[in-house]
């Protein structure tokens, strides 16, 4: 099993009946969030704000939700819906360790790939990869794998307990080669991001490159003394640079926030 970086921590899980789960959204026609919570727990994370809103009081990353009945709810939502494109998931991520016991990202696919709905996944996990059959069994899916930097250490500042950037690189040339539509995702931009380009090179479709919030990882910045790369500047100048170096390489790339 791959790993989920370290160290350990302390969760708290909790089963939960929903009354929904496919959800409009802002980015894509609808999302689907198999679980409340993360426990990959990012530091930068902006789903962070889901506590204020449900009233939950354990540190993010320390929590989850297992939306249970949430496979069942799919089947009966999307029969009262339009086809259009669901992102799985825009708040927690759907391949966190505990969907290897619940398998809800999984059992939710099935039902998406079955009325033939687009789909597109996002995750830093390689744990996509014990699904890369059911996959391949969908004409319209992309898959975006969130790598934020090539240097392990500096991931480890941010992201300490999800999976290493190794893995990450090697789950994006696994689906690739498998012939399914792999992107990566850089959000937020991190120290060492640049150095991506040449592992990647040849196994992707595409780049997003999105500066997102770094307002929770403030301290982290400020910890590290590293706080000149959360400046306006260094997001601008280092976004501007990497989008011209995958355009040489062929590799489309879409900068946000610039």
């Known amino acids: 099993m791959p790993s989920e970086g370290s160290p350990s921590q302390a969760v708290s899980y909790r089963e939960t009946h929903v009354r929904g789960i496919l959800t409009s959204s802002k980015v894509y026609d609808y999302t689907i969030n198999p679980y409340i919570g993360c426990t990959h727990g990012c ?3 902006y789903a962070r704000f889901i506590k204020r809103f449900l009233g939950i009081k354990e540190e993010w990353g320390r929590f989850v939700h297992v939306k249970v009945n949430a496979p069942e709810l799919l089947l009966r939502d999307i029969k009262g819906k339009k086809r259009a494109k669901v992102w799985i998931s825009g708040v927690c991520d759907p391949y966190q360790p505990i969907e290897r016991r ?4 999984r059992s939710c696919l099935e039902v998406l790939i079955r009325y033939n709905w687009p789909i597109v ?8 990869l014990q699904d890369i059959e059911l996959l391949k069994s969908s ?5 975006y794998l969130t790598i934020t930097t090539a240097d392990d250490k500096i991931r480890m500042l941010f992201e300490p307990y999800a999976p290493p950037i190794k893995e990450r690189i090697e789950a994006l040339k696994r689906l690739h080669g498998e012939g399914i539509r792999a992107h990566m995702m850089i959000a937020p931009l991190l120290i060492g991001a640049e150095a991506l380009i ?9 780049v997003l490159i999105d ?9 982290v910045y400020r910890r590290y003394r590293i706080e000149w790369a959360r400046q306006e500047a260094y997001f601008s100048e280092k976004g501007d640079e990497l989008k011209r170096l995958f355009d040489r390489e062929g590799i489309p790339c879409t900068l946000i926030g610039s």
Do not use: F
């Not at 040449?198 to 595409?206: D, L, Q, T």
């Open 43 to 45: 530091h930068y994370c």
């Open 102 to 105: 619940y398998m809800l990202t």
């Open 121 to 128: 996944i996002q995750t830093k996990s390689p744990l996509i």
């Open 139 to 143: 004409s319209d899916i992309d898959v």
């Open 198 to 206: 040449g592992e990647v090179r040849g196994y992707i479709h595409s």
């Open 211 to 219: 500066r997102m919030n770094y307002h929770y990882a403030d301290w």
